[in-house]
């Protein structure tokens, strides 16, 4: 079975006849797999979508009432990968091939209860299909 990173504003529960093709693994429609390997494991990539490289800014002036700076770098990176993963899916793919953290630095000042963060993130975006499938309804 391939294991990625799947990322799904829905509840991910057991594929459908509909998602599932010949035993081949399957996300919903809504998802986008982030990875950090070149290709996945028997897949095949039908088309190459472009390099990502995007970097983000966050601040935050109340980190005791978020929950500190663990919950702050937690909200940060979990926003940075739901936007790259909706930007590979508006432009047609399902696959953010790749994948890696490029920098990630953090300024913080504890006695103004103030935090900053820069990441940046990079990939390939493709769109991916199951060697099994004759469909690009991926996975």
Known sequence: MVSAHCLSLENMGPPTEE???N???TTPSTGCILSPLSKLPECRVEKF???LDFFFVRES???KEIGG???FLHNALT???TVVGAHTLSLGGNALLSYHIGEFHLLRTSAKNHAQCLVNVCGDMALVASN???STELL
């Open 49 to 51: 979508l472009g390099h």
């Open 79 to 81: 926003e940075a990968q």
């Open 69 to 71: 700076v663990r919950a």
């Open 23 to 25: 035993g081949a693994i």
């Open 19 to 21: 998602e599932s093709f």
């Open 61 to 63: 002036s109340d980190l």
């Open 132 to 134: 099994g499938s004759q």
